[in-house]
């Protein structure tokens, strides 16, 4: 058991046997120069105490759990940066779509049945049939295909 499990749960989420392991959220915004600021936040469970584990609503998983050793922090932040200063400068040179295909194989739930919730707690239901050039999701629902850029998703479990 490794690294090389690990899925993307869209939007945002990193995943490991359908637990969260870690997050990514990106905000962004015209500053006051007109400049596109981008910040980017991201929580990896390095090594959870059973009693943070208990607290948390959904099942969780952690670096410790998924490889069976302890990680020094400060080596996961370094080889993090490192990646993410290169994968940047990628995506600022050739955009999402330079990513498009090794996202969507990664997708967790690739031409799975999804239940994805929106914002006011409405379901729409679906097969995950990929992602748009954009990062919205793409469902076959009832009514055809859609893209949606807000929501969460997660395993159908109902018909």
């Not at 498009?100 to 995950?128: C, D, M, R, T």
């Amino acid at each position: 058991m490794g690294l090389t499990t690990l899925k993307i749960k869209w939007p945002n989420d990193i995943i490991h046997n359908e637990k969260k392991m870690a997050g990514i959220l990106i905000e962004s915004w015209l500053n006051s120069s007109g400049l596109l600021v981008v910040v980017i936040g991201i929580g990896i469970n390095c090594r959870l105490s059973r009693a943070v584990r208990d607290s948390i609503e959904n099942d969780a998983s952690d670096l410790y759990e998924i490889t069976g050793r302890a990680w020094d922090r400060n080596q996961v932040i370094a080889v993090l940066l490192n990646e993410l200063f290169l994968l940047l400068t990628e995506f600022e040179h050739s955009g999402f779509l330079s990513f498009k295909q090794e996202w969507i194989a990664y997708h967790a739930y690739q031409e799975k049945p999804v239940k994805l919730i929106k914002p006011g707690n409405s379901e729409i239901f679906g097969i995950a049939t990929g992602i748009n050039d954009d990062g919205s999701i793409i469902l076959l629902t009832e009514d055809g295909i859609e893209s949606f850029v807000v929501g969460e998703i997660s395993m159908r479990l109902s018909v």
